[in-house]
């Protein structure tokens, strides 16, 4: 995501994600806990990858057929209608200015996340600042483009270093469900403006907040009006289920949201056409959003209890699609542990170190499937 949880793309095994740079492909790792819960009677909860499985609402799947006869190559800042909605949501969602903030449609939001560092210019002399506990494409896009990773939650923990080049801060978050407040995020801008980085927020699950509310960073308690060195980055693949569609944007600092342009011209990352129409249907109907809001409400309902009763700690998940939970064990057992029931849940370890005791569990699956999780767990 966020973007999401989602994004896990396709693998013909290990081998195929070992490329020179890069960590293995972490899903290729669950493969052996997948076929022992798949072994169940009653069959798998896939619990794992955060994939939306709700159908597309009608009006959106009928604005992409009305978009269907789209011949001509699409244009790669989005059609007039598009940027106009994509301005119009954040300034209703993160209370940014639409008159004066930059917007840009993406291939959905992993891609965007994936090469952002490269997209900005970043290289072999730069650093990228990541949470501790996070998304991995984070690390893979800096790595990508050559630059260094740190991992750290605290200004203190970065140090005076001058190589830093970009932050990553991510609220809520993917996989802890953790929101940050507005002190702290402005604490972050502050830093960054002082030493002219560019502080990117991935928001996908922003408008998912259930015991606490998240904020973004265009936010003016945050922003304090300006957008200069801030990019927002946001996912229509969990509140639209669209994850099919790869549909995501970025709106923030105009003069950077320009060089991302730039270079997206050059290189041919388009988003299509009609996907773009379908994309207008989407940010400018909310009853929809919140119809999907309610269902995944229902299911965290169902299953925290059930986590809880057997055994389950959860940190943070205040916002977001995932329950963060731990047995104080290592991530792996508790991966074993589960699947010897049928259900698959993602390691803690996929998101970072720190995060090796604990478990993700999305709650994305049916509601048949969560209860049958939710049971499960029980006996």
């Known amino acids: 995501m966020t973007p999401g949880g989602g994004g896990a793309g396709g693998s013909t095994g290990a081998a195929a994600s070992r490329i020179d740079g890069l960590p293995d492909f972490p899903w290729d790792l669950l493969a052996p806990a997948k076929v022992v819960a798949s072994g169940h009677p009653d069959g798998i909860v896939d619990l794992s990858i955060g994939t939306p499985v709700d159908p597309v609402p009608g009006l959106i799947r009928d604005a992409l057929s009305a978009g269907s006869n789209a011949p001509g190559y699409p244009l790669t800042a989005g059609t007039a209608a598009l940027r106009a909605a994509i301005a119009g949501w954040v300034g209703r969602n993160c209370g940014a200015d639409p008159a004066g903030v930059g917007v840009l449609p993406t291939i959905g939001s992993k891609e965007l996340v994936a090469w952002l560092p490269t997209l900005l210019g970043l290289g072999p002399d730069d650093v990228v600042v990541i949470p501790e506990v996070c998304y991995p494409t984070y690390e893979v896009g800096a790595r990508l483009a050559g630059a260094t990773v740190v991992r750290a939650d605290s200004l203190t923990a970065i140090g005076p270093n001058p190589r830093v080049r970009l932050i990553w801060v991510n609220s809520p978050s993917n996989p802890t469900g953790r929101v940050l407040p507005a002190a702290h995020l402005r604490k972050v801008v502050d830093w960054a403006r002082e030493r002219g980085v560019v502080v990117a927020s991935d928001e996908c699950y922003l408008t998912l907040g259930w015991e606490s509310s998240p904020v973004s960073v265009l936010a003016p308690e945050v922003s304090g009006g300006s957008y200069d060195g801030l990019l927002s980055v946001h996912s229509l693949s969990k509140r639209s289920n669209l994850a099919g569609y790869r549909a995501g944007f970025v709106a923030g600092d105009p003069a950077l949201v320009d060089r991302l342009l730039a270079v997206r011209k050059h290189a041919g990352m388009i988003v299509p056409e009609p996907v773009q129409t379908a994309m207008v249907a989407a940010l400018s109907d909310e009853t929809h959003v919140a119809e999907q809001r309610d269902r995944y409400a229902a299911r965290r309902e169902v299953l925290r209890p059930a986590l809880q009763k057997a055994g389950f700690t959860l940190s943070d998940s205040t916002a977001g699609l995932y329950f963060w939970a731990t047995r104080d064990e290592d991530c792996w057992t508790t991966v074993d542990w589960l699947a010897e029931r049928g259900v698959l849940v993602a390691p803690g ?28 767990l029980a006996g």
């Not at 370890?349 to 499960?376: L, N, Q």
């Open 349 to 376: 370890a996929f998101y970072g170190p720190s995060g090796s005791r604990h478990v993700r569990f999305a709650v994305t699956a049916t509601d048949e499937r969560i209860a049958a999780a939710a049971e499960r």
